[in-house]
């Protein structure tokens, strides 16, 4: 298992091809939604509460990304930090 915490809430990560199987997510300031894709396909589109954060386990294999994971930038405007855990 590796880590990466997103140095931007937007864009490829940079990870390239692997197995999403946690992530731990920081709302601030109002609810936010976090939209991950692969080529274009939305693989995990998730919505947080106002100012809370979130330890979000994904089970089995986790979620496989093909190329990179791609953060979906126009869902992110109060998602103030991101740390996959992946494979």
């Known amino acids: 298992i590796r880590t990466l915490r997103a140095s931007s809430i937007s864009g490829n990560q940079s990870i390239g091809r ?37 330890d979000v386990y994904i089970p089995d294999e986790g979620i496989l990304f093909t190329t990179d994971i791609h953060i979906h930038a126009a869902t992110t405007a109060n998602i103030t930090g991101v740390t996959f855990m992946y494979s």
């Open 18 to 54: 692997c197995r999403l199987r946690q992530m731990y997510v920081t709302c601030s300031g109002g609810a936010g939604r976090l939209t991950l894709r692969n080529s274009g396909v939305t693989l995990l589109d998730l919505d947080f509460t106002t100012g809370s954060t979130y």
